[in-house]
T-cell receptor, first 114, second 112 residues
Framework: AQSVTQLDSQVPVFEEAPVELRCNYSSSVSVYLFWYVQYPNQGLQLLLK??????LVKGINGFEAEFNKSQTSFHLRKPSVHISDTAEYFC????????????FGKGTRLHILP | GAGVSQSPSNKVTEKGKDVELRCDPISGHTALYWYRQSLGQGLEFLIYFQGNSAPDKSGLPSDRFSAERTGGSVSTLTIQRTQQEDSAVYLCASSPPIGEQFFGPGTRLTVL
């Protein structure tokens, strides 16, 4: 069965520094990939998605992610973070050709340090 | 159009009572998911409905939990004989055949 690994449960980063949140999934022929964000005391919203096409995907709030099929990864990056980026970030994968069920990672809490 | 809606937004109940949580997905979405999120924790998958297929119930924590989806649309999550450890935010999400999930605002359940 498909699984999603977010290696870092928490990532502290200084404001205006770059950040990378890592996401790996178990191997599959064809997948859809997603990153969701949950700001404090709010619901989940989509940050970006990869369905097909360019492996570099741009999302909202200056975030981007790159699909790397050979490494089965979909890491999230931002070149310069702001205090408002403090949130929980969830990676999710849909394994096509099976039951299309979307599987979530356990989440990474991003702490922005002043 | 309207997004995913859930009701009630808050539910306070006494230990041992049954509760029903409702989810109205986006029209035309074939997939529907229920998750549970405890304070400061990640998403705990509960159940997945996809079209007319048998639901994936692999995440239900005990036989006190059940869910149904009527007519491929509205879903109800039922928790029988609630326990204090059932207190959490219950999230519903729906998705089209291709694409991402859209989440509802959640139902905050408090079991006293």
């Amino acid at each position: 069965a498909q699984s999603v690994t977010q290696l870092d449960s928490q990532v502290p980063v200084f404001e205006e520094a770059p950040v990378e949140l890592r996401c790996n999934y178990s191997s599959s022929v064809s997948v859809y990939l997603f990153w969701y964000v949950q700001y404090p005391n709010q619901g989940l919203q989509l940050l970006l998605k990869y369905l097909s096409g360019s492996t570099l995907v741009k999302g909202i709030n200056g975030f981007e992610a790159e699909f790397n099929k050979s490494q089965t990864s979909f890491h999230l990056r931002k070149p310069s973070v702001h205090i408002s980026d403090t949130a929980e970030y969830f990676c999710a994968v849909s394994d096509l050709g099976r039951d299309d069920k979307i599987i979530f990672g356990k989440g990474t809490r991003l702490h922005i340090l002043p | 159009g309207a997004g995913v809606s859930q009701s009630p937004s808050n539910k306070v109940t006494e230990k041992g009572k049954d509760v029903e949580l409702r989810c109205d997905p986006i029209s035309g979405h074939t997939a529907l998911y229920w998750y549970r999120q405890s304070l400061g924790q990640g998403l705990e998958f509960l159940i997945y409905f996809q079209g007319n297929s048998a639901p994936d119930k692999s995440g239900l924590p005990s036989d006190r939990f059940s869910a149904e989806r009527t007519g491929g649309s509205v879903s109800t999550l039922t928790i029988q004989r609630t326990q204090q450890e059932d207190s959490a935010v219950y999230l519903c999400a729906s998705s089209p055949p291709i694409g991402e999930q859209f989440f509802g605002p959640g139902t905050r359940l408090t079991v006293l």
